[in-house]
């Protein structure tokens, strides 16, 4: 089964989606929105899709500081 998921793209409602291999999520578009009137949204900003990183091991994570040892 999880050969057949990851073989192929899926219908979306943001368009086709594949799931990665490596965290068995999809690269979903970022749409930013607004409640508008008709108790729908308006998107204000959007994006291309962004890999998923469930585990939040993006490459975000600032160096360790260089600390020593004063008396």
């Given at each position: 089964m ?19 291999a ?24 959007a ?25």
């Amino acid at each position: 089964m999880r050969a057949e998921v990851l073989a192929r793209d899926w219908p979306s409602l943001f368009g086709d989606m594949r799931v990665d291999a490596a965290t068995n999520h999809a690269a979903l578009p970022f749409l930013l929105g607004r409640i508008n009137d008709g108790h729908g949204f308006d998107v204000i900003a959007a994006a291309p899709a962004l890999a998923a990183d469930p585990y939040l091991t993006g490459a975000t994570t600032r160096p360790a500081p260089r600390l020593r040892i004063v008396s």
